[in-house]
C-alpha cells in the first residue's frame, strides 16, 4: 500500500506529505503578519470591531505581504526541505537548471498574454476603462504584489511542477498521468479561492497542463515560473482584474458590469473567461515554437 515494487514509497504518499507539510508552514510563516494585522488594524475603532481581514489587509498592503508573501515563503521552504531530506534530490533535480533566457520567455509570454484578453475585451466593448492608458496610477500595491507574486510563481511551481511532477517521474508514471496529476491537484488547491466558478478551475488546470508542458519540454522550472508570475501580476497590478477571485489593485481601473463574464470571468476575473482558455492553449503552441527555436 505504501510501497511499490522498487521497495519505494510511493509517488502519492510523499505528494501527500509535501502538501501537508506546505500547508503547515505557510499558517506558521503566515501568523506573524495575522498578530501585526490583528494588533494594529482590528483594535475597537469609534465603537465597531471590524472583522472583514481582507478589508483589512487593504488598508496594509505591506501587512498583506508580511502575510500571504510569509506564508508562501514558508511553503516554499518546506517543499525544498522535503525534497532534499526525504525525497534525496538536489535543487538542479527539482529544476532549477537551464538557461535565464526561459525565464525572460516565460515572463513575455504571461504578460503578452493578459494584454492580448485585455486589449480584445476592450475593443469589443466588453470592458470599460475607468483611466486614461497613458495615466497609470501607481500605488503600494504595484510593489507588494510584484513581490507577492514573484513569490507565488516560485512557490507554486516548485511544489506543483517541480516535487509533484518529479516525485512521479522518480516512480516511473506514464507522462500523461504527470501531466494530468499536477495539473488537477494545481486547480484544486484554488477550489476555495472567492468566487471561484466551474470555468474558472477548468481553465486553472488547462494553465497547468501548460506549466507542465514548459517544465517538461525545457527540463526546467524557469520558464513556467516567468509566465506564472507576469500572468498574475498583469491580470491584478497592471490591468486591475480580480486574480483568481482575488481583489485586484491595478494601475488601470476596469468595470465589466456590462460585459460578457463568459469572456471577462466576472468576480472570479479572467481565468474564468473563455479568452483565457484561448489565450492558454495558444501558450502551449508558443512554447513549442520556442523550445524548437532554442534546439536549432
Known sequence: MFKNESNQVRAGWLIFLAFVAMFIAQQIFALPGAVLLAFIDFPFQDGNY????????????????????GGTVGGMLATVLLWRFVNKGTLKELGFRGPLKDLGFGLLLGAVSIAIIFFILLATGNITLLNSLTKPEFSLFSISFLVM???????????????VMSTMESRGNPKWLIYVVSAVVFSLAHGMNPNVSVLGLINIAL?????????DATKSL?????????????QGNVFGFAVSGMTPHGMYAVSAENGNAWLTGGAFGLEGGLLATLLIILGYFATRMYVKMKAE
Not at 50 to 69: E, N
Not at 149 to 163: D, K, Q, T
Open 50 to 69: 471590524d472583522m472583514d481581514i481582507m478589508a483589512a489587509f487593504d488598508r496594509h498592503p505591506w501587512i498583506f505581504l508580511l502575510t500571504q508573501g
Open 149 to 163: 507574486f514573484i513569490f507565488v510563481g516560485f512557490s507554486e511551481e516548485i511544489f506543483f511542477r517541480g516535487y
Open 207 to 215: 494553465v497547468g497542463i501548460l506549466f507542465a508542458y514548459m517544465f
Open 222 to 234: 524557469w520558464l513556467p515560473i516567468g509566465y506564472h508570475i507576469t500572468w498574475n501580476y498583469f
